[in-house]
């Protein structure tokens, strides 16, 4: 059972442009939405998250959308940059309880010149 | 602040062979969480500790995998006997529970031949 799903397994668009990499979830329960990046060889690095009681957060070019009725949150990137490439994973975690972290497959994104 | 540190980066080794990598988490990260990514899928995760406790280990093949982590600090995790399709990176993560995730060290990749 997939608690985070990421259905577009890749996505290209053009330099300058908007990248929206979007995430689905099924648990209710979940207290914070992140996003991660990940580039080959390394470890997944921590980006931008949001709290479930909040509907956006921004961060610089990064911002983040959660629609809590519809259990789904996109990241926008503006303008995206060549840095970008990268695969991108939406995870949740929930607090005070266990703190785990689901990881949804990932989206890898590719910016093209 | 420095990172989740793991090792080895890589091994290579013969199906039935056995093998530990290592974690040492940030300082003062209570929550220490071993994930295994094979290729073109997210971070699944093995095992959760709190502190030198066991949160969750519902997804770790205990016929063959084993993780400790003494002392609160750092962990290891082991793979006695390897299958081939434990071939994958294992991620070490930790965090402190703020709604941030975890930081995630480099991986380690192992092959399993």
């Known amino acids: 059972d997939q608690q985070v799903k990421q259905n577009s397994p890749s996505l290209s668009v053009q330099e300058g442009r908007i990248s929206i990499l979007n995430c689905d979830y099924t648990?209710?329960?979940?207290?914070?939405f992140l996003w991660y990046k990940k580039y080959p060889a390394e470890g997944p690095t921590f980006l931008i998250s949001?709290?479930?009681?909040?509907d956006k957060n921004e961060d610089g070019r990064f911002t983040v959308f959660l629609n809590k009725s519809a259990k789904h949150l996109s990241l926008h990137i503006v303008p995206s940059q060549p840095g970008d490439s990268a695969v991108y994973f939406c995870?949740?975690?929930?607090?005070?309880?266990?703190?785990?972290?689901?990881f949804g497959k990932g989206t890898r994104l590719h910016i093209l010149p | 602040e420095a990172g989740v540190a793991q090792s080895p980066r890589y091994k290579i080794i013969e199906k039935r062979q056995s093998v530990a990598f290592w974690c040492n988490p940030i300082?003062?990260?209570?929550?220490l969480y071993w994930y295994q990514q094979i290729l073109g899928q997210g971070p699944k995760l093995l095992i959760q500790f709190q502190n030198n406790g066991v949160v969750d280990d519902s997804q770790l093949p205990k016929d063959r995998f084993s993780a400790e982590r003494l002392k609160g600090v750092d962990s290891t995790l082991k793979i006695q006997p390897a299958k081939l399709e434990d071939s994958a990176v294992y991620l070490c993560?930790?965090?402190?529970?703020?709604?941030?995730?975890?930081?995630f060290g480099s991986g380690t990749r192992l092959t399993v031949v």
């Open positions: 648990n209710s329960m979940f207290d914070y």
């Open positions: 993560a930790s965090s402190s529970g703020t709604g941030r995730g975890g930081t």
């Open positions: 300082s003062g990260h209570a929550t």
């Open positions: 949001i709290s479930s009681i909040k």
């Open positions: 995870a949740a975690q929930t607090l005070n309880r266990d703190d785990k972290i689901i």
